[in-house]
């Protein structure tokens, strides 16, 4: 090899660094507020710029609406493809789509996905003024009780219909609440009696006593291991296998992405980037005075895990419907 041919060689990452410095590149969450989603993708932010060639500045844009539809309808459709923009996503945004909703005009198959920042549970919780202990006490409360949601597709309300309609639970679901931070503001107010978010999210607002857990989905989080799990509630095979099928974007967990046309030589510079902050020990301390649990999973993987997702078939998707 000739030493004339080395610049050439080289002039790719010379090329991305030129680009990203002195640029800000903006990770754009579909949450505002408290919450694990919100946490983590702030810590995230700290720490990727320094592995991006460049060293561009890193900041966070919350955009709150229609439970995480509205920042991944604008990553996907409105952001310019260009590497500066980046969604941190809440993976049941998928759901969405295989339910087909209105509000969706995305395809999560199409995202180049940049990995994963680890899997998260989801858990429903009661605010801790109230005498209901465990769900058996939901099943026979003599009056509805209050669930704040975001919306059709989220966490927040699919988790606690599914508790409703398959296992009894007295609920009366309240949608709208433009972010979990509003729903958990709400709680405080006493203008609702129960809340379903990440677990992570939920065990924050456990830790300031505004509420107490009551029931978990399939992927256990640190501390709530031993809650009755959804599935193990439902009083019919329907209701479990739906269930199951919503419980499986949360092994997907906090991934990040950018939009469809973004160029390949940026997609692989901010994977490599993504990589390599999910091995830094300043990330994992910060992951873990948060209370919030990080383990790398890869762009692949999480590709791989959505489109298992999405290829349900007629059938399930009827009686999902």
């Known amino acids: 090899?000739?030493?004339?041919?080395?610049?050439?060689?080289?002039?790719?990452?010379?090329?991305?660094?030129?680009?990203?410095?002195?640029?800000?590149?903006?990770?754009?969450?579909?949450?505002?507020?408290?919450?694990?989603?919100?946490?983590?993708?702030?810590?995230?932010?700290?720490?990727?710029?320094?592995?991006?060639?460049?060293?561009?500045?890193?900041?966070?844009?919350?955009?709150p609406?229609?439970?995480?539809?509205?920042?991944?309808?604008?990553?996907?459709?409105?952001?310019?493809?260009?590497?500066?923009?980046?969604?941190?996503?809440?993976?049941?945004?998928?759901?969405?789509?295989?339910?087909?909703?209105?509000?969706?005009?995305?395809?999560?198959?199409?995202?180049?996905?940049?990995?994963?920042?680890?899997?998260?549970?989801?858990?429903?919780?009661?605010?801790?003024?109230?005498?209901?202990?465990?769900?058996?006490?939901?099943?026979k409360a003599d009056h509805d009780l209050i669930v704040g949601t975001t919306g059709p597709g989220s966490n927040a309300h699919d988790f606690p219909l599914l508790l409703k309609e398959f296992a009894g639970a007295k609920f009366k679901l309240v949608s709208g609440y433009p972010s979990n931070g509003d729903v958990q503001l709400a709680l405080q107010r006493k203008e609702v009696d129960c809340w379903a978010a990440l677990a992570?999210?939920?065990?924050?607002?456990?830790?300031?006593?505004?509420?107490?857990?009551?029931?978990?989905?399939?992927?256990?989080?640190?501390?709530?291991?031993?809650?009755p799990v959804d599935e193990e509630l439902a009083t019919s095979p329907l209701g479990k296998a739906i269930m199951g099928i919503k419980a499986a974007p949360l092994a997907i967990g906090r991934a990040f992405a950018v939009p469809p046309p973004t160029p390949a030589d940026r997609v692989a510079i901010l994977?490599?980037?993504?990589a390599k902050v999910l091995k830094d020990p300043e990330f994992l301390a910060e992951g873990k005075k948060a209370k919030i649990d990080f383990n790398y999973i890869s762009a692949e993987q999480v590709l791989?895990?959505?489109?298992?997702?999405?290829?349900?078939?007629?059938?399930?998707?009827?009686?999902?419907?």
């Not at 409105?78 to 941190?88: F, W």
């Not at 994977?271 to 993504?274: P, V």
């Not at 791989?304 to 419907?321: C, V, W």
């Open 1 to 63: 090899m000739s030493f004339s041919m080395m610049p050439m060689i080289a002039s790719p990452a010379r090329a991305q660094a030129n680009f990203y410095e002195g640029k800000t590149v903006t990770l754009v969450i579909g949450a505002k507020g408290a919450g694990s989603l919100i946490a983590a993708t702030q810590i995230v932010a700290h720490h990727l710029g320094k592995y991006i060639p460049g060293k561009p500045t890193v900041i966070v844009q919350e955009m």
């Open 65 to 139: 609406g229609a439970a995480h539809l509205l920042a991944t309808n604008h990553v996907f459709n409105v952001a310019k493809p260009d590497g500066l923009t980046i969604l941190a996503s809440n993976p049941n945004v998928a759901i969405a789509q295989l339910a087909k909703l209105e509000q969706v005009r995305f395809d999560v198959r199409k995202f180049h996905w940049l990995g994963s920042t680890g899997a998260d549970g989801v858990a429903l919780s009661i605010r801790t003024d109230l005498p209901y202990k465990n769900f058996d006490d939901i099943r």
């Open 200 to 227: 992570t999210t939920i065990k924050l607002a456990v830790d300031q006593g505004i509420v107490r857990p009551i029931v978990r989905g399939r992927v256990a989080t640190p501390g709530f291991e031993n809650l």
């Open 271 to 274: 994977r490599e980037a993504f």
């Open 304 to 321: 791989k895990d959505f489109t298992a997702l999405l290829n349900q078939t007629p059938e399930t998707l009827k009686e999902m419907g």
